[in-house]
């Protein structure tokens, strides 16, 4: 995939992140100032240390729920990646209340805010989008097969899509420029509230790793590095052909193997546990999750190309405490 031309139209670019403080904001935010974008955050968290001072760009610690605010950025800006939302499993589970307010109110104004300025915008949306669709690997146009809405789980599908359709409206009513991906399981260095970290953080202490179910659910994991180059090879092209693409590993593995496997690499004893529910009430399980990425792969020549063994082994170097890291040459 040849990002040079791609990263040029990106040069002093004022480009505004919404979420910019979240695990994929960080990488995405690092990535553009390097680029040479100029980049302006918006989160409520205060700014992390992952985006240390040397990093020229603007921060704004508030919400997308802030009306005023949202529509001085975006007017200011020539680019919207909104990637802020709650997208924590425990969290939408426990909170869908506030996952609706903020995924989907919040969504509505960032997306209105982009119409009136004529701003393209790209929405991060999530392979969740697909539900219990038995027919893997998924294909952009695949159904969506939800469970019950009294499933708290589907909150977090349900608010993402119903984005999606406003998008689409806005675009053929008012002449909104976007694009949206559809994620699935992205990991890396700084990732919370995951399976990933989850499982990795019991094996470096020896705790056992829990499984929900049996274990034989798949899931198509992809490096953050790898999603980072897909979306900077996207952005610049909003408007043009497809509108949605999925982003992510087509490679599959269960859960049970993905636990062995980062025992292996943890060189742990933790054990494995098969617990029959999930800590929040209205849980249903995916048993399958693999993405149809021929879309990307035909429209920007993008495909992932760090393994999960690679990718793994770097997120588990930046888990050990400092006195346990290997030298930084031994992970090259």
Known sequence: MQLTGMVKELLDARVLVTGGAGFL??????????????????D????????????????????????????????????????????EPL????????????NLLGSIQVAQACTAARVPM???STSEIYGINPNSPWAEDADRV??????????????KAAVEHYLDACRREQGLNYTVVRLFNVYGP???????????????????????????????????????????????RIG????VFNIGNDAEVTIQDFADLIIRLTDSRSPVVMTPSSPYLGYQDVPRRRPDIGLI????GWAPTVSLEAGLLRMIESMRPPAMRAPQESLA
Do not use: K
Request: aromatic share 6%; hydrophobic share 40%; glycine share 8%.
């Open 44 to 87: 409520t968290a205060e700014r992390p240390a992952s985006l240390p001072a040397h990093l020229d760009l603007t921060y704004h610690q508030s919400s997308i729920l802030n009306t005023e605010l949202v529509r001085t950025l975006v007017g200011e800006a020539d680019l919207v990646l909104h990637l802020a939302g709650i997208a």
């Open 190 to 236: 700084n990732l919370q509230g995951r399976v990933v970290d989850r499982f990795i953080r019991a094996a470096l202490s020896g705790a056992p790793l829990s499984i929900y179910g049996d274990g034989q659910q798949t899931r198509s994991f992809c490096h953050v590095d790898d999603v980072v180059d897909a979306l900077i090879g996207l952005i610049t």
């Open 146 to 159: 939800l469970g019950p809405v009294r499933n708290t789980r589907w909150c977090y599908s349900s608010s």
């Open 297 to 300: 792969r035909r429209t920007i």
């Open 25 to 42: 904001g960080q990488h995405v935010v690092a990535r553009l100032c390097q680029i040479g974008a100029r980049v302006t955050v918006m």
């Open 91 to 102: 969290r939408y589970g426990s909170n869908p209340l506030e996952t609706m307010d903020v």
């Open 122 to 124: 790209l929405f991060s």
């Open 240 to 243: 043009e052909g497809p509108c």
